[in-house]
């Protein structure tokens, strides 16, 4: 799989572009920043979310509740705590 850096206008990380079983996600790091770096960029992550065949990936040092009290409620979440203690999160927007 080849993930594509690509700019998201706001974002203060990185941002990387993928594709993986018909679906489009884009993914960022934020374990090495600290409150309220994640969450930002998080925010402006999600902005490019259009469809449900998109997704976004976020990989948080702790699990961000505060976010989910953030986003709109067309977006669903699934977080899985990965083996390095860090969390994965896995956005998506509802049909």
Not at 4 to 15: C, K, R, W
Not at 55 to 70: A, D, N, S, T
Not at 71 to 77: A, E, G, N, W, Y
Not at 79 to 91: H, I, N, P, Q, R
């Amino acid at each position: 799989m080849k993930k594509e850096l690509i700019e998201v206008s706001g974002a203060t990380l990185y941002f990387y572009k993928y594709e993986l079983d018909g679906l489009t996600y884009y993914e960022f790091d934020a374990t090495e920043c600290s409150p309220p770096e994640p969450m930002l960029n998080a925010i402006h992550g999600l902005s490019m979310i259009k469809n449900e065949n998109e997704r976004l990936v976020g990989i948080f040092f702790h699990e961000p509740f505060p976010l989910y009290q953030k986003i709109p409620s067309f977006f669903v979440h699934e977080s899985t705590e990965l083996e390095s203690g860090d969390f994965k999160v896995v956005f998506k927007r509802l049909a």
